[in-house]
């Protein structure tokens, strides 16, 4: 028995586990191996000189080593093997919670609006005449104060009552412009989300109740061009896109120069298509630059400071964004719906 | 409102334009073309004209104005020259203005022939929406869409007397309209009348009485400028509205009242012929005065946030027919008469704004005023109630600020706010409680679902002693689970939001909720709100099969309770000690009483109290039950020997069988 001899048995047998594919007969060449040739050459080793023992049994002892290891991961894997499970059953159900998704589109709002020093304001749904009108530069006979547009409160003699006791549910958040800014003093940056009310038949793009996001700036020089610039950025974080704007005139009692904002569609890329009705641009705002009577209602100098003023309706931004097509799902309190937020 | 391409063309020599140019130019500076459309050899256009701009715009003239002032081109208007002949008309009648009418006049013009109208005033009356009737009638119409001024006419022979007056009906007085239908009127509707009867409802539609008709040979003509009030109440009322209605509803300048009777008597001559007779008559007692408003240039620069030149805003202003007279960077204008919308300086800036296209006003960022932005505590604080409600596994629901009659039934009528005149009766009162319309969502979620979790944040509308209150609440409601999933909910929000546990005291009579099974929500001794089972007859009425429990907290005690940085308590070293506890106790007795008992007996060595089992049952005497409970003792100080915890459990055992039929089973 020689030294070679050993090495040549390890030799045959990593060989033989190498090319050997099949995980049984790799179980059955360590069997074998251990079986047979271990103890032919532990045998073996019996007959060698004292001297040449030790060497001889070190080197043997590592052969023994090496073929137990390899016959314990083949066990390891065959039984790794039989471990075999389904990946693809499906997990268990966790109910997780929903935010409603004017919500989720509020607390956008809001953030893109912290960024750029806004505050977040509030007022009273169930508001008086004299918030939601007067005080907005509407004169005392405009015609929507007597429109069916407007849900007033049923009070008797209403007629002779003064206006700051004649209540109704806000046509806007504009009145909590004036409510905000006769506490306080200029400069004002301001949001004001919330609930507003129109009296009307509702249908598929109408409800007797929706959002609006209002917002106010007000201080020394505030200007056109910087409406376009907040506003630009507002929108083009909104959308998540590189936006242009499009101001065209139009006419509310309570700004002066007022204009629409039109935001190119990021749907299309101004392409044309049905959200913007092939026009390339979605109608998205009012605003103007605050009416000086509106300045004086809430106490502040119109000739010393100026702002603008804009009103966004929250339904139909998250209708475009989120792809719904009928508002009344926003106030049916249906699962199916709001599971999907 | 709809007009002519080709009447608006008729101002100008130049060539306008392609219509869908037009529409493009006229959208950026004036106002929104909602279609375009091509009738016969004309175009439409339909403009949306906002009611600022009613005044001079809801004419044919006022929108040639704007071309020009946008495009630059020249604009003329159409020359006016009248001859008279004959008497005088004062000789033949008087006007009579008793009230509601700024300004009254009348031409007469005899010997007309009454005939078709030469075809281009039909077409153009057509493409503005106008059915042609006769050369007389059209006329008086193409003059209004000319200038925006209505006018009438009446056939002179039919009427009764010497003498028109304009006054207010009288009750019950009737009247024949143009359209053959008849109308009861009231006191508030204005008349053109003569001696004997109505001959048309001012400003609104004219009677059938005096109708032009083919004989008619003398013809009175009608301009006048009647208070806009009066007419749009009287249109109302009547349910009548017309060209002529619309256009005095929204209120135009007396000084078209006359520009337009010319234009017309001389386009009445042209069609049919006649003789104008001498003299008008002109019932004028206040003249309308010049408005004047100055303003510096730098006012100017700083709204638009550009720098305009001073040639620039000059060419705008005058291309819209303002005056002008400058000293230095001072503007002096005079306000052209049709420009009702114009007072003060914001107006004229937006006009310089507009014409001179915001499209031309480059973006600037403000500059940033360092104003520490105060926060909105009650948005915080909703957003987190939101999150934690959310997280407990619950959907947001939003739902209408409004209730039904039948609805209102579960409620105080004194205490609920009714709506004037709601769209529908599904929308008569305002919410008093989020509850209702979210148990109406979870009776239409069981078609789906059997298990349902909802809760909304919003306001709620109560009326007190006749004044009328507002108030933010927040709302759960639970289908398919029991009271204590409600309570468990209530207490994990409770416990996230104020830190606090809540207590839960037995109530009864609350709107909606079941008379036996409410309780009130305190914290601190304060009631923050209910929780409880829907009502059974609410729960019949609604079909709702599973069980339905309901929480409303009031938001601002719920703010009131606040905590935002939570205080840490010290993690105890020493080992706690347990022991079990079963108290027997009468069936009607309410777990937070023993546990007052046990928790007061216990001092500061009990930890802890958790009720592992309650067992009702055959083991038991009839009548009673068995409240299991672990008992947790541990001290901040040292370990706790058996005596200790042993003598602590003999004086709370000792109390609880102090109380008359109470036993403890160790």
Redesign the interface.
Known sequence: MKLVDIEKVKDNFLQEIEKEKSLEKKKKICKKYIEEELSSVFSLLKNASAKEKAELGRVANELRGIILKTQEEMKEKAKEKDDWFDVTLPGNKI??????P??DLR?RC?SIF?KM??????G???ENEWYNFDALNFRP?H?VR?M?DT????QKE?GSLESKNK?L?RTHTSPVQVRYMEKRKP?F?VIVPG?V?R????DSSHE??FYQLEGL?V?E??????F???I?YFLGELFNAEVKL??????FPFT?????VDVSCSICKMKGCSVCQQTGWIEIMGAG?V??NVLESAKVDSEKY?GFAFGCGLDRIAMIENKINDIRL???????F??QF | MKFSYNFLQSFFKEKLPSPEELGEIL??????VEEVKKIEEDYVLDIDI????AGDCFSHTGVAREIAAITGMKFEEPEVKIKEKGEDIAERIEVDVRSACKRYMLRAVDNVTVKSSPIYIQKRLRACGVNPINNIVDAANYVMLETGQPLHVFDADKIEGEKISVRYARKREKIVTLDEKRHELNDNILLIADELSPLGIAGIKGGIVPEIDKETKRVYIESANFD??TI?RGS?DLKIRTDASLRF?HGLSTEFTKIALDRVVQLITEVAGGDLLKGVIDYYPEKEKEKEINFDIDELR?????EISIKEVEKILRALDFKIQRGGSKFFVTVPFFRVDVS?K??V??EI??IYG??N??????E??I?P????I??FIA?EC??I??????????????INEEASLYFKKDEL????????LE?KY?RPSLLL??F??LA??EK??SH???FEI??I?KRKEGV?F?EKVISVVLLGDDFYRAKGVVDVFLKNITGETAIYKKKDGVSLLDYNKTADVVINNVVVGVIGEICPKLKKHMKIKGSVFGVELSFEKIKSFYKETKTYEEILRFPPVLRDLAVLVPEKTEYEEVLKKMTKEGGSLLRRIELFDTYEGKEIPQGTKSFAFRLIFQSKSKTLSSEEVNKTQEKIIETLEATPEWKVRK
Do not use: C, W
């Open positions: 109910e997780v919670g929903t935010l409603h004017l919500t607390r809001e912290l020093g806004f505050v977040v304001a509030d009273p749904e169930l006979d015609p007597e069916q849900l007033f409160v049923k209403r209540f549910m400069p940056r609930r009310f009296n009307e038949a509702t007797i109740n700036m201080g020089g505030v200007s056109i061009a910087n376009k610039s907040v630009g499009r101001l065209r005139p139009s006419y002066e120069p007022s204009f629409e630059m009416h000086p100026s926003f106030y049916g309190g249906d699962l199916r709001l599971k | 959208m950026m500076h004036f106002f929104e906002l009611s600022n701009r806009s009030v749009r109302n509803e700083k709204v638009l946030g550009t003060i914001e107006d800036f937006e704004g507009r915001y499209e006003i480059k973006p600037i960022v403000p940033k005023e104003v932005a105060e926060e909105n009650d948005l957003n939101k999150d409600l959310k997280n407990t596994g619950l959907n947001e629901a939003y739902s209408y600020s409004f706010i009714e709506m004037e005149k709601p769209v529908s929308f305002l319309n979210l109406k969502f239409e979620n789906n679902y349902a979790s909802l919003g306001s509308f009328f507002e």
